[in-house]
């Protein structure tokens, strides 16, 4: 409750400043600010926290009743919401900024910006007073832990907000200043961001289209005065250099979600490196990890002065932004980096001489050998060919949601035994705000609904195949004919598990789930997208709404993984129609309890992302469905999914893991590329250095 909390506020306040306590045990999602607290509540509770009245008891009982009364009013018809937000809508238009922007609240941002603008003799001093006020308590709140991600997101909203109203005024008044000095207003510098803790680029690099992830780390960075020059997705060496030049920024960051942006930032740095850039290089992204930069990344352009740095998430990028631009703390920062990165890439070239792994020879000898004589492929399906789905609507797919990804895009993560959704709920750290955020979100999906701003569409087939001679391959037919007659169609390159195990268990490869010639068997595959999202994020970054923008992005995700799964089922259950009784749960559904199996190219079952390249041509699926694939074989829209489909009862996901040159050779070999190419899109897997 209100007076809970801020008794809660007072004693916490004075336990830390005043009597030197070291640890609390708090419920960091219902604290209050002791700002936050009216002043006739806080002389009451500091009345008696400290006993410094006899009345002191009875004045907070008479608190405790009116709080009571609010509660029976709410429960009548919401009257104690009203009297709630009166109690900081009468204070003066700072402290209503303030509190909105703490609060992310941006209901009244302009009415309460124009007032403050009003009282204050420049617009600038609406920024630097109470905007920055707030956005510092906002930041402060964030690193401490006090405040979550969507909370953040919200106080960036309110901040745009009242910036976008007041950027009129303050041109207004920079030309008006400039003429008066007999100067020209159009040949100032329009990056001059001297007012800025410093000056961030941020990109998503070429043939990546994915950006939720830089977008929530531009938005947290701005939140703590950062300056941010967000250029977009897919951009390629050239132009994030030469933006880098442009704005002159003190630090840039790459992000990607696709292993072929591995490659990408290499590229990035090593040009950096030629060109005689000195900024911190920051690495970022789904597919990365500290790993990779240190042995890949940070060897081409690491220096003290210019460190290459991989951040975890964005609540990890104001301190790692901060460290690099703070001239006292930068230097151990990069040492401590370098020394780190150092010793990471000694134990990663160390663990390539101990890992032992079988010829490929060996591994082909020991792989999963399925008798398709006792267990034979599933019967024919009941629609061959490819089928174009684009009927189906958000409504049919929703029940197939997942939504532990969603939390985990917001960075919020409960703890055992509050870990999954709908779980998290529960947590006690996380439960509550992670419960306006689904709310917010059921809220936005209803909308997305019934004005129809996001539609699916997707295109699914289902063909003869049967493994190759070699064992390695999957040959795919057009027809049952063209089997019979050994017109091979399209074929899916595999690839095979090398590494050394201790156990007897084999060493898998996709084509081990399809049958040898001679039996009828068949491989289906699919691509499906959301569409809608890119014009829905448009009309929010309209509208200096990051929270609105990634929230349509983190949904437009769900709604294509539900797409997946909902597409899934209908094929084992109708056109494929293998599993026609199938009567599983959502839960069940999502724990894998169906027959077979969907990996997706660029996978861990299929790391090779060159492979969608053949599904593409199988499906038609840019010509049906206008799913793209671009220079580094990312889908687009970015809200897409792609995966084969196996039926039989012994397929099992797998990761491949590292491979030995030899199965380079030999993969480059049956997909008729040269080595060099194969090494460069195979290159996480590699269990050599191919740079060496």
Known sequence: TKIRESIHAVFLHHAITEAGMDVGIVNAKEMYMLKEVDPPLLKACEDLVFNKSPEATDTMLRFTQMEKEAIELRKKGGVATVVKEKSWRDEDAIKRLEHALINGISEYVEKDTEEARGKAKRP????????????????????SGKMFLPQVIKSARVMKKAVAYLLPFMEKEKREKLISEGKDPDAVDPNDDSQYAGKVLMATVKGDVHDIGKNIVSVVLGCNNYKVYDIGVMCTCE???????????????????????????????????KRGFKQPLLIGGATTSKMHTAVKISPNFFTKDHPVIHVLDASRSVTVVSSLLNPEAKEDYS?????EYEEMREDYYAGLEDRNFLTLDEAKENKKKIDFDADPPVPPPRKMGVTVIDDVSIAEVAPYFDWNPFFQTWELRGRYPNRGYPKIFNDEHVGGEAKKLFDDAQAMLKEIMEEGSMRVKGVVGIFPANRTEEGEDINVYETESDREDGNVWMKYCCLRQQAEKESEDPHLSLADFVAPPGYKDHVGAFAVSTFGCEELVKKYEANNDDYGKIMAQALADRIVEAFAEYLHHRVRTDLWGYEGCENLSKEDMLKIKYRGIRPAPGYPSQPDHTEKRTMWAMLRAQEL??????????????????????????????????????????YARRKGEGLEVTERWLGPILSYDNDA
């Open 625 to 666: 469905a206008g799913i793209e694939l671009s220079s580094s074989l990312s889908m687009m829209p970015a809200a897409s999914v792609s995966a084969l489909v196996f039926a039989h009862g012994g397929s099992e996901y797998f990761a491949v893991g590292q491979i030995g040159k030899d199965q380079v050779e030999d």
């Open 335 to 339: 040492q401590d980096i370098e020394e």
């Open 124 to 143: 600038l001093d609406v920024i630097e007073g109470p905007l920055m006020d707030g956005m510092n308590i906002v930041g402060d709140l964030f690193g």
């Open 239 to 273: 132009k994030i250099l030469d933006a880098a030049a442009e704005y002159k920024v003190d630090v840039i960051g790459l992000s990607g979600l696709i292993t072929p942006s591995l490659d990408e930032m290499v590229d990035v740095a090593k040009q950096m490196s």
